[in-house]
């Protein structure tokens, strides 16, 4: 993606079913927990660069003891600054111990962060918001065991002001209007009521204070808990959370939006947002990690049984398609599979735009994730040239001589690496014309490999505000004098926004909006944006289940040619010497390259949960009053 935008989230879980000693004896380290939870957390990078967090269980520890360790980072390289927090408190109370380096239990009652159940999270900031108060995991703090609450996820909700106001009719009084302490204090309440609820009946059972612990840990249903807690909300979510006496969850939304998946074995339970992960990191089949199921809770108690519980009723399969187009793990084989076939189903379009002369066309992407878009586009393109070469040696029968014959066969497609996106630039001067001469400065081209006479195709995983674009990437590609310069997007046209997990809020940064906006002005029909304002002002009070999505108006006078005709147009600047075409993945395609994650509500506007409709109206209203806060 050659904009840069917020991404995802993502969550690391792991239970260790056997005792520390276990650990050291068969690994080595009794760290292997906090060893394992580094890499799955480093290898989801990717979803997070603002934030990491880390929270820690010990399990039967004496009252008055510390059982509960966490730590959070907001610097540039958080995970790698979490943890080497962590090896330094380690290797410190080792240094002051050193009769102790091999005596586990003392480590374990002694140590902090060493422990039986470990929660990790990897951050994305929104709207800037990036303190550390922000970042997961949450800590609800009790004096009861059974009533500590740490929550992370990968997750938006929709409506958090509801939640808030729920909240507040249970009589509590949230510190802050978040989504995310939101979710933690409505599950924290139901966790109170359930405990209160079991100390009850051990009281009639006779049990006394001390022995009530145990009957409260074993009898506590996180099952009953999240139904209660879930029942309202909306949004994508991939929900995780440990108390403070060792069970644990993880929640998936009931059109499973955001991902999750487990592996099991007799030494452990782990749990992350990237299959991939955990295959590499606990070296498994791909057989055996699976994915959580919508509408679904993973449940480890305490004595190390796990069950998988419906929680919320499933619906639609709504999974989301821009997981598999842009930031997942791309060593998932379904996902690279998937990420060729998008630039395989696009290419017919690509034909078109070059008039089928492949001889004279490079082909190319942009760096690094259309790569594998990239791969698929080239299947394509080889496909189609030796069908070429197969009707020139057909139609040449007997005629054509063997030299003929090699010349033909010895035709290629021209795959290049055009593009190299250098390291970031600073922006540090503050005159714009200099600012601008340096983000011209990005990406860097490959010099001699394009003639004046072809087609330059290339291809990007999305194509979100067009700035990059505009601004350097076909100023830059148009120094190698193409006569025709291809932007190809293997996702289809972003035109709504996001209100999921993916920081992609205000209508008006998508430069498909802006050539919608653009058309209508050309056509004088910008009394549309009057009428679907006027329709969105209507609903703005009304029930998140009776609103309908009449941003789509905007759109629908024009196909999509024509907005990717606009498109060009407007990132085609002056000096640009070379034609410019635009060209998009289609939503069939789109569909028929991620046949299981259908969630296209960025391309289509078809929400999946009512809360999505909402905030797709409040943006408009947002673009249309020209304020600029977020939409939900």
């Not at 905030?615 to 939409?631: C, D, K, L, M, T």
Request: hydrophobic residues 35%; proline residues 3%.
């Amino acid at each position: 993606m050659s904009d840069a935008i917020k991404h995802e989230c993502g969550i690391a879980l792991v239970r260790l079913k056997k005792p520390l000693q276990f650990y050291k004896d068969k690994y080595g380290s009794a760290f292997y927990g906090i060893n394992k939870m580094y890499l799955l957390m480093e290898k989801q990078h990717n979803r997070g660069q603002d934030g990491a967090g880390f929270a820690s269980v010990k399990f039967n520890v004496q009252p008055g003891t510390r059982y509960i360790s966490r730590v959070r980072s907001n610097k540039s390289q958080p995970i790698q600054d979490i943890f080497a927090q962590i090896n330094g408190r380690l290797n410190a109370v080792l240094e002051e111990n050193p009769d102790k380096k091999d005596d586990i239990e003392w480590q374990e009652e002694n140590m902090p962060y060493v422990g039986n159940l470990f929660l990790g999270h990897v951050r994305y900031g929104t709207f800037g918001k990036n303190s550390i108060e922000s970042v997961h995991p949450f800590l609800r703090q009790s004096n009861w065991r059974h009533q500590n609450l740490i929550v992370a996820g990968n997750f938006n909700m929709t409506n958090s002001k509801q939640m808030l106001e729920e909240l507040i009719e249970l009589g509590q009084h949230p510190k802050e209007n978040t989504d995310t302490v939101t979710v933690m204090e409505k599950i924290g309440h139901f966790l109170e009521a359930e405990v209160a609820d079991l100390y009850l009946r051990a009281k009639e059972k006779g049990f006394s204070k001390k022995d009530a612990s145990p009957f409260i840990e074993e009898n506590l249903s996180l099952k009953n808990i999240l139904k209660r807690s879930s029942k309202n909300w909306d949004g994508g979510y991939a929900m995780a959370g440990l108390v403070g006496h060792g069970d644990a969850f993880v929640l998936r939304d009931p059109n499973g939006i955001r991902p999750t998946f487990f592996y099991e074995d007799d030494e452990v339970v782990v749990v992350a947002s990237e299959r991939p992960v955990i295959q590499t990191v606990f070296n498994v089949k791909i057989s055996d990690v699976k994915e959580l199921e919508r509408g679904h809770a993973l449940i480890i108690k305490k004595s190390g049984m796990t069950s998988i519980e419906l929680v919320l009723e499933p619906k639609e399969n709504k999974a989301c398609s821009f997981e598999r187009i842009y930031f997942s793990r791309g060593s998932d084989a379904s996902i690279y599979q998937e990420r060729k076939n998008l630039g395989k189903y696009v290419f017919p379009e690509i034909l078109k735009a070059i008039n089928s002369d492949i001889s004279n066309t490079v082909f190319s992407y942009i760096p690094n994730t259309a790569e594998t878009s990239f791969y698929g586009m080239t299947e394509a393109a080889e496909d189609i040239l030796n069908k070429q070469k197969t009707a020139k040696i057909l139609e040449g029968g007997k005629n054509l001589s063997a030299e003929k014959v090699t010349q033909i066969l010895s035709e290629r497609a021209r795959f290049e690496k055009i593009a190299i996106k250098d390291a970031k630039l600073r922006t540090f001067i503050a005159d714009d014309s200099s600012r601008d001469d340096l983000v011209e400065h990005v990406y860097d081209i490959t010099y001699g490999v394009v003639k004046p006479t072809d087609n330059l195709v290339i291809i990007d995983d999305s194509i979100v505000r067009g700035t990059t674009l505009k601004k350097s990437i076909i100023r830059i590609l148009d120094r190698l004098e193409p006569k025709k310069i291809v932007v190809v997007s293997s996702a289809p046209q972003i035109r709504y926004p996001d209100c999921y997990g993916i920081d992609m809020a205000r209508i008006e940064d998508f430069i498909a909006f802006k050539a919608a906006l653009e058309l209508l002005k050309d056509n004088n029909k910008y009394h549309i944006i009057d009428e679907v304002y006027i329709k969105c002002k209507a609903q703005h009070d009304s029930k998140d289940i009776d609103i309908i999505n009449y941003v789509k108006e905007v759109y629908s006078p024009f196909t999509i040619e024509e907005i990717s005709a606009k498109i060009a147009e407007m990132l085609k600047t002056e000096d640009i010497k070379a034609d410019v075409e635009v060209i998009y993945q289609t939503i069939e395609g789109l569909h028929k390259a991620c046949p299981n994650h259908l969630g296209d509500w960025y391309f289509t506007g078809n929400y999946p949960t009512p809360g999505g409709h909402r905030v797709v109206n409040q943006a408009f209203i947002n673009f249309y009053e020209g304020n600029s806060e977020r939409a939900y």
